[in-house]
């Protein structure tokens, strides 16, 4: 069964900084790019910030560029977003989602992680 | 980067009634890289439709996809009482890689 398990959301203050890890298991992580997507309190779906599967690629939300960082370890199949400068709007559900192929243009997103929740406040 | 409007913002119908889900793009969505996706209190987003008009996995024919170009809708023919939910439009054919829709609320009339 393919399945993406995000941890490492809580509370953090204004400034400060989180990691959130994605693990995913039941297919082969190496062959699909992988995005982040996230959801604040009562809103709708909002991406983040999207990666290759080889990793060799990036792509940031405008609202999130120099602040947030995505990587992934093809050795460990995990997915990480790096958070930093965090600001009261980056409260959020993120969600870890796979894309369809090896590029995130083109391709739809098929599976979603359950998400972890990211709380900014003072 | 292209806006996607989706109409209505709420949508209440009875179960078994027929329900039609808008999507509108700002500038033409290129090889209908459009997917619908339905989400459910508490829970991820799932995906239903990919590619316009094609059915995901698993996905009930009640549900089916439309359109081309700037106009594209979800039509679900008999609706059941699990499909009342959030539903959302996406494209991934232009950057940025995603962009959604604000989402329609089918709610129970």
């Known amino acids: 069964e393919v399945q993406l398990l995000e941890s490492g959301g809580g509370l953090v203050q204004p400034g400060g900084s989180l990691r959130l890890p994605c693990a995913a298991s039941?297919?082969?992580?190496?062959?699909?790019?992988m995005t982040w997507v996230r959801q604040a309190p009562g809103k709708g779906l909002e991406w983040v910030s999207s990666?290759?599967?080889?990793?060799?690629?990036?792509h940031y939300a405008d609202s999130v560029k120099g602040r947030f960082t995505i990587s992934r370890d093809n050795f460990k199949n995990t997915l990480y977003l790096q958070m930093n400068s965090l600001r009261a709007e980056d409260t959020a559900i993120y969600y870890c989602?796979?894309?369809?192929?090896?590029?995130?243009?083109?391709?739809?997103?098929?599976?979603w992680g359950r998400g972890t929740t990211v709380t900014v406040s003072s | 980067e292209i806006v996607l409007t989706q109409s209505p913002g709420t949508l209440s119908l009875s179960p078994g009634e027929r329900a039609t889900l808008s999507c509108r793009a700002s500038q033409s969505v290129s090889s209908s890289y459009l997917a619908w996706y339905q989400q459910k209190p508490g829970q991820a987003p799932r995906l239903l439709i990919y590619g316009a008009s094609t059915r995901a996995t698993g996905i009930p024919d009640r549900f089916s996809g439309s359109g081309s170009g700037t106009d594209f809708t979800l039509t679900i023919s008999r609706l059941e009482p699990e499909d009342f939910a959030v539903y959302y439009c996406q494209q991934y054919g232009s950057s940025p890689p995603e962009t959604f829709g604000q989402g329609t609320k089918l709610e129970i009339k």
């Open positions: 990666i290759s599967a080889s990793g060799s690629s990036t």
């Open positions: 989602a796979k894309k369809t192929g090896t590029t995130y243009y083109y391709y739809w997103i098929d599976v």
């Open positions: 039941g297919f082969t992580f190496m062959n699909y790019a």
